[in-house]
């Protein structure tokens, strides 16, 4: 199985700053024959079931707010919130979906200080 | 609008069984590759098994192979785990998801549902 590695476990970030999240993939996850990283993001609020983000490492899902922004390839990956919002206190995961089993880093915990 | 609703969810003895059933809303069921995902209370996320789209395909985390197999019934729009042995280990909440594109073994998960709670306990 790819282990995912995300950091950090958590931050505290003031509200209109910019929070960044790590995520590392324990082997490649780009596709050659398309171009394409097997990468996503997903947002997990409080009682909530997760909702993806981020697909395809950098195509922000519909409805999904233009503040939030992924980047990277390969192995190394970023989820980049430009402006914190208070709605966005939450725990967020990535995941890689190019090898079975589809499997999740260990989340980062977003909170506001 | 896409909607998934879990249910099955009880308390259970260690070695029970359990049965979850997933109703699937607004979206064409048979066309789409569908997961299970658990999560324990305060945790992380934890893959557990797929059926692809026409179930000629299964797949089953490690820690749950032999004891629990994932079904569909395409003309009731249903997911279906079948969970056996069960232990302490496999308390968790319990999520039917949706993964996209269509006929598609890789793809990410774009629709979740609420989920369902699964206790193990004597």
């Known amino acids: 199985d790819i282990v995912m590695t995300q950091s950090p476990d958590s931050l505290a970030v003031s509200l209109g700053e910019r929070a960044t999240i790590n995520c590392k993939s324990g082997?490649?996850?780009?596709?050659?024959?398309?171009?394409?990283?097997?990468l996503a993001w997903y947002q997990q609020r409080p009682g909530q079931p997760p909702k993806l983000l981020i697909f395809?490492?950098?195509t922000r899902e519909s409805g999904v707010p233009d503040r939030f922004s992924g980047s990277g390839s390969g192995t190394d990956f970023t989820l980049t919130i430009s402006s914190l919002q208070a709605e966005d206190v939450a725990v967020y995961y990535c995941?890689?979906?190019?090898?079975?089993?589809?499997?999740f880093g260990q989340g980062t915990k977003v909170e506001i200080k | 609008e896409v909607h998934l609703v879990e249910s099955g969810g009880a308390v259970v003895q260690p070695g029970g069984s359990l049965r979850l059933s997933c109703a699937a809303f607004?979206?064409?069921?048979?066309?789409?590759?569908m997961h299970w995902v658990r999560q324990v209370p305060g945790k992380g996320l934890e893959w557990v098994s797929l059926?692809?789209?026409?179930?000629?395909?299964?797949d089953y985390a490690d820690a749950v192979k032999g004891r629990f197999t994932i079904s569909r019934d395409n003309t009731k729009n249903s997911l279906y785990l079948q969970m056996n042995s069960l232990t302490t280990e496999d308390t968790a909440f319990y999520y039917c998801?949706?993964?996209?594109?269509?006929?598609?073994?890789?793809?990410?998960?774009?629709?979740w549902g609420p989920g369902t709670l699964v206790t193990v306990s004597s």
């Open positions: 998801v949706k993964m996209t594109p269509p006929w598609s073994k890789r793809g990410p998960f774009d629709y």
């Open positions: 607004e979206f064409t069921f048979e066309d789409f590759t």
């Open positions: 059926i692809t789209w026409d179930a000629t395909t299964t």
């Open positions: 082997q490649s996850v780009f596709d050659s024959s398309n171009n394409k990283n097997y």
């Open positions: 395809w490492a950098s």
């Open positions: 995941q890689q979906y190019d090898t079975s089993p589809g499997t």
